[in-house]
């Protein structure tokens, strides 16, 4: 007997769900003749007594030893799982478990070694023999899924030992056991194939009215992403007395767990509702505020004279404050644009699911990695709500927002690549993650977040006017870098910095250093200790004490002992081993 995983409709509280089921069909005679399946079959057809399932690692040796179905998608290697779920005589079964019973395992600490996808929950399966836990879905997850929206072939389950592709529903990424169907050429985690599909759908967030499966596939732009695609059946608005019913969103997009993580929040406070409308800083009078990152001191409203002072420096984005408005303490050096002032205390952000809240990390204990950008920062920064997430953006990166205007595209951009895209930025050229970019819906422009929180105009000490970004394709053969005398390499993967006026032209990082979001102070590092940031404006440069150099970039770091030009180059010569 062998397990085929389908979808039921189920009426719940009165609302129509298609629920996941395991259901037994005959298996034909694969495995060997004296194999017998110890299952709910095997004790009489009691439903009382529980089946045993063999234990992924068991399943997996198993699969080896008597199959070898291979195939190739791309760099990443695939075997496709011909074992039944159910236990028979050979390997080892796994123990279902509560928390109860094993009170001192940290239930936050402990992934499902399936799927390596997600914690496991308040119930799993254990195996004593291997001393691993995996969730119920994954240990009983059978070879074949009837999926409601692609029954024109099943999906089909694999194991990979390494990153494969991005997840159908949730877009994230995919390794250890997934679905898989080679006529659509999907994949889906295992706990997303088995997830419950709503027939309706209320976001009052996102959408005023209730929205409706639609049973077939249809070439209907999605008003999520703005994509048309037939391979995903949607949601739409069914009222005739409504102008809005043009409506619809790709069921993917609706179902998204970078959107919305499928929490049932009916009846309960939101955490955004209790910052709604509470700014990050107390209004003293007219013009003067207590911001919640310096407390201490009231900070006043001002307007920046068009004069490069390289002392003006944000401190919750590390960008100098060329002009505009802006916020400077009364009694100390601390600057803010006003921008970076007003920021939300709190945020709903297109690349994560829970709430991003913001906090300020303490220039003399901590830095961090965006997950963006992935530059290190340590200004302001938005952490997740969830205090086991670790998500975490910069406040350039938490400042972006649908639709961007960037200045070197004449059309906005959106997150609306599809998952199963593999993009890289027009800028710098860069294979990206398709969640960490932006792109156009009418041409095939896309730009990472690193490329497109740059400062798109700068000012230079020895230039008067201000300085354009431009792209490493527009470079001609006469530019050569002002600061480190380098010529610009023609058609290369980083863009520059160029005035038309003067001629000027200078690379990013020979202006604005390796670090341009760390502001100037002493921090921490966890393998090093503490560390020192410094401005790089004495009348002779340091000497780097790793690579021999004079330090070209506007800053540069010290231990005390060791001076060091940038983290690229302790990386390069490997000071934190």
């Not at 085929?4 to 034909?28: A, M």
């Not at 499902?112 to 929950?121: D, E, F, L, N, T």
């Not at 944000?314 to 970076?340: K, M, R, S, T």
């Not at 992935?374 to 975490?392: E, I, L």
């Amino acid at each position: 007997m062998n397990l085929v995983g389908e979808f039921h409709k189920v009426i719940t509280d009165g609302k129509p769900y298609l629920v996941y089921h395991n259901v037994e069909y005959s298996l034909p005679q694969i495995q060997s003749p004296n194999s017998s399946t110890k299952a709910a079959i095997d004790s009489g057809g009691n439903p009382l007594l529980e089946p045993l399932f063999l234990c992924p690692g068991s399943r997996w040796k198993l699969q080896l030893d008597q199959f070898y179905d291979t195939m190739v998608l791309g760099d990443e290697f695939f075997v496709k799982f011909q074992i039944s779920p159910l236990f028979d005589d050979d390997g080892h079964h796994v123990l279902p478990l509560f928390w109860c019973n094993n009170k001192e395992a940290d239930p936050h600490d402990i992934e499902c070694h399936a799927c390596m996808y997600q914690k496991v929950g308040s119930y799993y399966y254990f195996c004593a023999e291997c001393d691993k836990r995996y969730h119920q879905e994954c240990i009983e997850s059978p070879l074949d899924i009837s999926y409601p929206y692609h029954l024109q072939q099943s999906f089909q389950l694999y194991v990979s030992a390494r990153n494969v592709d991005h997840c159908f529903l949730c877009r994230k990424e995919l390794w250890g056991m997934v679905y898989y169907s080679s006529l659509c050429d999907i994949s889906m985690h295992i706990l997303c194939a088995q997830a419950t599909i709503p027939f309706l759908i209320d976001h009052p967030k996102k959408h005023d009215h209730t929205l409706t499966l639609f049973p077939r596939q249809a070439c209907l732009a999605c008003n999520v992403c703005a994509t048309v695609n037939k391979l995903y059946p949607t949601y739409r608005l069914w009222c005739i007395h409504l102008h809005c019913r043009g409506y619809a969103v790709h069921t993917r997009c609706a179902l998204r767990t970078d959107i919305c993580d499928g929490q049932e929040l009916e009846g309960m406070p939101e955490e955004d509702d209790i910052y709604q409308n509470v700014e990050p800083f107390q209004r003293i009078s007219d013009g003067i505020i207590l911001h919640i990152s310096h407390d201490h001191h009231h900070m006043r409203f001002e307007t920046s004279r068009v004069v490069y002072e390289g002392n003006n420096v944000c401190q919750a984005c590390a960008l100098p404050i060329y002009e505009g408005n802006f916020y400077a303490c009364v009694e100390c050096d601390f600057l803010l644009h006003e921008a970076c002032a007003c920021a939300p205390r709190i945020m709903l952000h297109p690349l994560h699911p829970h709430p991003l809240k913001l906090g300020a990390l303490g220039h003399e204990y901590d830095y961090m990695i965006c997950c963006a950008c992935t530059r290190m920062a340590n200004g302001f920064t938005y952490m997740c709500t969830d205090q086991y997430c670790g998500y975490r953006l910069d406040v350039r990166c938490a400042l972006v927002s649908e639709p961007f205007q960037y200045q070197g595209h004449q059309r906005p951009l959106f997150l609306s690549l599809d998952p199963k895209e593999k993009p890289s930025c027009h800028i710098c050229k860069a294979a990206c993650d398709v969640n960490k970019v932006l792109n156009c819906i009418e041409c095939d422009f896309i730009i990472c977040f690193s490329c497109a929180t740059l400062p798109y105009t700068v000012k230079y000490k020895h230039d008067e006017h201000y300085l354009t970004f431009c792209r490493g394709d527009e470079a001609s053969g006469s530019d050569w870098c002002e600061l480190c005398e380098g010529k610009l390499t023609i058609g290369g993967k980083q863009g520059f910095y160029k005035c038309d006026d003067c001629c000027t032209t200078l690379h990013i990082h020979c202006l604005l250093g390796f670090e341009p979001y760390m502001v100037s102070g002493p921090f921490s590092i966890e393998i090093v200790g503490k560390m020192q940031l410094l401005p790089n404006n004495l009348p002779t440069r340091p000497t780097c004490n790793l690579c021999h150099s004079r330090c070209p970039y506007p800053t540069f770091f010290t231990d005390g002992k060791t001076t060091i030009c940038s983290f690229k180059c302790a990386v390069d010569h490997s000071y934190f081993d």
